[in-house]
């Protein structure tokens, strides 16, 4: 049977011992983060109110691997390395030639790629002495992954949840909660930020805008706790290598050539990071010719039709200003179901990378996400998260229009976490109601 | 760091090539299924109307290794062999010195080790010509798990739902209908039974043995649809041997001695016997003393407190009789979390090996479950399901126990499913509102 094996699996001594930054080989530098008031390039010194040195050191960096310490490789363990898939069963359903593999994030303890930095970020915090991490999140996948990572560390996790998903989806806040986690509806008296809203806006759903707002507040009052963002930064991109670098080695452990084409979803950009920089890397050092293609929701397309340019990271303008294909940071995209891609920016390591036409970038609406993700799940048994829909979405239609082809080539899809806490969303696409975005 | 493996895999070619059935290896034989009216031995051309061929063999037989075709094992790759983890971090949690090991069934597409048994019952109906498979589910995870296998095989499944679940817990559904399933809520106008009940009780939430006697009824009458059942028969024991099997070789392969202790919730009790019975197999036949411990909910206790009889397998009195032991088929629970385990009676195998002193059991509250559960979430990071935290909560109970002999045993859990779907279970446990059943 091991001739064509489903599941292509690694020792758990093949964890990748170094994070890759790719900011050591982009042909142009990434422009630096701004300080908001003075406009020049932050220094460590600028983020020590809410960042831990280890991490500082890590978003400045340009040094190109940077080793993961042994206590992360040592959780990691619980779910790494991640399994690569050889989708025979799509190809099938699809009729292809092609050879189509998929990286799975999904079997993580909180079902999605985001332990990979959480898991990281709250053990630099512990390093540094801090007892309490706060984060934002909106559907609440990482919120989650950092309250898991802080169970595993000890450390007291406090997530500002958007009321709206706080009410309306609430087993995210369970799966918090359960994991010991305090989880606040913001906006939320605990705040004045929070306060303030609420005063102005008494029936407001909240927005992550607000609710990163109120924990960057409490964190910066508190000087035992520290601020913690899932997505979008350099570290956070950084802590994502591991799963490109999993990948190379599982499709060089069966003999594959490297992939024709890369597909991921991109929201704030860590997961298409995630999977596409260890290959880039070999394209920028090592004369390789990977395509990579960024899948992002027809409703929040900032790699598609938005201005590079420097922008906040957040609504408020709280941040430092970061240099990133953005939509405004006041834009509201409509409200797809893919909650983790619905950010106004994109991370500066991939908005570099796609502004020197390292990658490319498409638009999926959500019905062919949606459309591709139930196709792929009753082919392949495992039910992708909203957000993993736009990359199969991307490579199917790949597929699809080369099928005459026949040329075997070979595709990689990344698929960044399980979509079984997104089943209203299955629910809602196959009724036929979803909207059209 | 291979010293000290999280998680011990095996690859894709050790897939257990047979399943073990241990009707071969009782001391005394399993007491034959009855037929209700005749009261005598049943045979095959009895079960002929809603089994296919294939199945009615295995449960009627007492060979010992029993062949997994080829085109099962094809499936199984998508998921199987299933990871066995080392609980280091349970272990110190805990401060005991014993080793811990668990196999975790959780990582299969639907989220629980029910896919073991969907997919050879969805393939020997396709190879018997059956175009439909029928069948009941309370909280949804057979009818999840049946639902994949037919999309996998090309059949429609059409899944009577019980009422109260269908309108409460929609996400079960939701996965149901996403792998192509019809889901009806039960009772329903659609059968007969179902009429009558509902005309008989407007109001009723249903039952599982209202279910259970419309999806019977439905397959009986079409000549191309049959029925399935996902615990308590011998064939569904059989097919979930894998789980043993497989635990079993993963032992072996880091050198560690065969468990002293395992523990397995039960409810239909397939999951137990699926874990257990290659263990035994070793006592049975190869001198070993491990001992197996079925670990029930305090609130359905057929092994601890229900009498050693025939009895019907359903409400409505239209199975088989089965020899087995049972709180009585008119018997009904508390309305505990662990819906999977809310069953009357015990499988016949598992019946007749407790019977016969080759396991022990133990009722768990389903407090006591989910304090063990969130520990182990806290500590692993994985989510267990409702059913597989009453194994947990007998493994550290005895682990307690015995903390201060340090003898460093040996203890295996079975932990059949994530709890990713029971996350409101987990939020009532929190709250302290938990029913103390």
């Not at 006041?330 to 908005?351: C, N």
């Not at 075997?408 to 990344?414: K, P, S, T």
Request: overall charge negative; aromatic content about 8%.
């Amino acid at each position: 049977m091991s001739d064509h094996l489903t599941k292509i699996l690694l020792s758990e001594d093949q964890i990748p011992t170094h994070w890759y930054n790719i900011a050591a080989d982009l042909p142009i530098s990434a422009p630096p983060h701004l300080h908001p008031a003075t406009q020049q390039p932050v220094k460590a010194e600028d983020l020590a109110a809410i960042f831990p040195p280890g991490l500082i050191e890590q978003e400045l960096s340009t040094e190109r691997w940077i080793e993961i310490p042994e206590e992360v490789r040592e959780i990691y363990r619980l779910w790494r390395p991640a399994p690569l898939y050889r989708a025979y069963r799509l190809e099938s359903a699809l009729g292809t030639r092609a050879r189509v593999y998929y990286k799975y994030e999904g079997a993580s303890p909180i079902g999605s790629h985001k332990a990979n930095s959480s898991v990281p970020q709250a053990y630099y915090n512990k390093l540094a002495g801090i007892t309490r991490l706060t984060t934002e999140t909106g559907a609440g996948q990482w919120g989650a992954a950092l309250a898991f990572a802080c169970s595993v560390f000890g450390l007291a996790c406090d997530v500002w949840q958007v009321r709206n998903s706080y009410e309306t989806k609430p087993y995210r806040r369970m799966q918090m909660e359960t994991y010991g986690a305090t989880v606040t509806p913001s906006p939320s008296a605990r705040t004045e930020t929070g306060r303030a809203m609420r005063e102005r806006f008494p029936d407001t759903p909240g927005s992550l805008g607000m609710a990163i707002s109120e924990a960057v507040e409490e964190a910066a009052r508190d000087p035992h706790a520290n601020y913690s963002l899932g997505s979008v930064l350099n570290h956070v991109a950084l802590h994502q290598t591991v799963i490109g670098q999993e990948a190379l080695l599982q499709l060089e452990s069966v003999g594959e050539r490297l992939p024709d084409h890369i597909f991921a979803c991109t929201g704030g950009g860590s997961n298409a990071a995630g999977i596409s920089f260890p290959f880039l890397h070999r394209n920028l050092t090592a004369g390789a010719n990977v395509r990579v293609v960024g899948c992002e929701p027809a409703a929040c397309p900032s790699l598609t039709a938005g201005e590079y340019r420097y922008d906040f990271g957040d609504t408020a303008n709280q941040t430092p200003l970061l240099k990133m294909y953005t939509l405004g940071a006041d834009f509201v995209p409509d409200p797809v179901h893919a909650g983790g891609l619905r950010y106004h920016g994109m991370a500066p390591l991939v908005s570099a990378a796609y502004d020197q036409k390292l990658m490319d970038a498409v638009a999926i609406k959500q019905r062919d996400a949606f459309a591709a993700g139930v196709l792929f799940a009753r082919a392949e048994g495992i039910l992708p998260a909203s957000e993993s829909n736009h990359a199969i979405a991307g490579a199917v239609a790949h597929l699809q229009a080369a099928e005459d082809d026949g040329d075997g080539q070979v595709v990689l899809i990344g698929v960044s976490g399980s979509g079984q806490l997104d089943l209203p969303a299955y629910a809602d696409y196959l009724s036929g109601q979803m909207l059209d975005a």
